[in-house]
């Protein structure tokens, strides 16, 4: 499945165009609407109507973001939100397939854990989730609705009982929404770690919670370092330098925050486009309907970054004449008020721990953009490390997702590289902020 020419995501030149999924009708009552799903007739774009004369209806989007956490989800959520077709939950995240759908009943996510409860769960719990999208009657057919929910790419969990729920998640979504179009935004690993240790610090004042400090490896933002060395990537020598533990990218993407009871310094990206595009095919779903952006592109060219999505759902291009340009910088951005980019910073790190990060994940970087190439990852690579062999042995699973994403792209290369068949795959500063 062919989808990327370029690192802006532009189809190739033999991609027809997709047709807009707008909102439209016929409208499904409320009342019908569980025999309708039964029927498969409910789709991206199906709106619910309780009643003829209603002035509001309800529909399923046609375009969902379903992550990475911290990359700018959040950002690209506001951007669309200024476009006059597209109309996005007021719900900041509704996270109804990985929480508010295996709670259905019980309210206890283990309740609803197999395929099967889950799908007869969903034949009657779909108009809660399509309430999320309110279109005004007279909108319908000028409009698409749009989803953001990070916590849709959440493949690893720490000792959860609900591991199978992200297995699950674009199982049900696909099913809910087969034409549905997809959007994952991916972060330079080394400003990730940082993003997510700063969320954690969030959340600890949010909960006071001593577990989440153990969870987090710190309580303050003056924690992260000494954090990193209790993660085992980094340690410190005689003359109090900070230095890379020298782990592969395996053993990188397995650390936890401060140990073993830690949060993961970072999801793999990797495993996540091998799980969702995997479903996708399974679910026949069609190569465009899966974008991966890079949230490096939202701080250099965010316009283009923008129109590129526009393109994926079938829509021109847009000026964007609401952006507004961040004081003292060259960025601009949908609204310097609500911005989530522009309001948070984060401590500079010195440049003995800026190298040390960038030396502990260039392992990872190589790792993506070897298994991935036709997607021109924007990251960086130390010159420090020597690169492994494990750069270029890839999984089952690796080598699959490969010839999903990158099928036109150094195929005859990789048949030449050694592929495990039985190894399951394991788990530059930006200026921007999120």
Not at 24 to 47: E, Y
Not at 113 to 141: I, N
């Amino acid at each position: 499945m062919h989808r990327f020419q370029n690192e802006r995501g532009d189809p190739t030149p033999s991609m027809p165009a997709p047709v807009p999924r707008m909102t439209r009708r016929p409208f499904v009552q409320l009342d019908k609407a569980s025999s309708v799903f039964m029927r498969g007739n409910v789709d991206s774009g199906t709106c619910l109507a309780n009643g003829t004369a209603v002035k509001q209806v309800f529909c399923l989007p046609s375009l969902i973001c379903i992550g990475m956490a911290k990359a700018g989800t959040e950002e690209l959520r506001g951007w669309l939100g200024t476009h006059p077709n597209i109309s996005v939950s007021p719900v900041r995240e509704t996270q109804y397939f990985n929480y508010h759908l295996p709670r259905f009943r019980s309210g206890s996510m283990a309740y609803n854990m197999s395929e099967t409860t889950l799908a007869a769960a969903l034949a009657y719990t779909w108009q809660d989730y399509a309430r999320q999208f309110p279109v005004p009657r007279g909108r319908v057919g000028m409009v698409m609705t749009m989803e953001k929910s990070a916590g849709y790419t959440h493949v690893r969990r720490n000792s959860s009982q609900n591991a199978r729920v992200p297995q699950l998640v674009p199982r049900m979504l696909l099913r809910l929404m087969p034409t549905v179009r997809i959007i994952v935004l991916l972060r330079d690993p080394v400003s990730m770690v940082r993003s997510r240790f700063s969320q954690c610090q969030r959340q600890i004042a949010k909960h006071r919670s001593s577990t989440m400090r153990t969870k987090c490896g710190g309580s303050t933002d003056q924690d992260f370092e000494t954090m990193l060395v209790g993660s085992g990537i980094a340690w410190i020598d005689e003359a109090q330098r900070p230095l890379s533990a020298g782990l592969n990218a395996q053993q990188v993407l397995a650390a936890r925050m401060g140990g073993p009871q830690g949060l993961l310094l970072i999801e793999d990206p990797l495993e996540m486009l091998s799980l969702w595009s995997e479903e996708m095919a399974q679910a026949g779903g069609q190569s465009s309907q899966l974008l991966v952006l890079f949230t490096e592109l939202l701080s250099t060219d965010p316009k283009g970054v923008m129109n590129s999505v526009l393109r994926h759902v079938g829509l021109e291009n847009f000026d964007w004449p609401s952006a507004q340009r961040v004081p003292n910088s060259t960025r601009i951005t949908y609204s310097i008020v609500r911005s989530k980019s522009v309001a948070h910073s984060y401590r500079p790190l010195t440049s003995d721990w800026s190298k040390l990060l960038r030396d502990v994940y260039t392992p990872v970087i190589r790792k993506f953009k070897a298994v991935l190439p036709c997607l021109g990852a924007p990251w960086n690579e130390s010159d420090n490390v020597v690169e492994s062999l494990e750069t270029h042995s890839f999984t089952q699973k690796e080598f699959k997702l490969h010839s999903r994403l990158c099928p036109l792209q150094g195929l005859k290369a990789m048949s030449q590289l050694h592929v495990p068949s039985h190894t399951p795959m394991q788990s530059v500063a930006l200026d921007i902020t999120i």
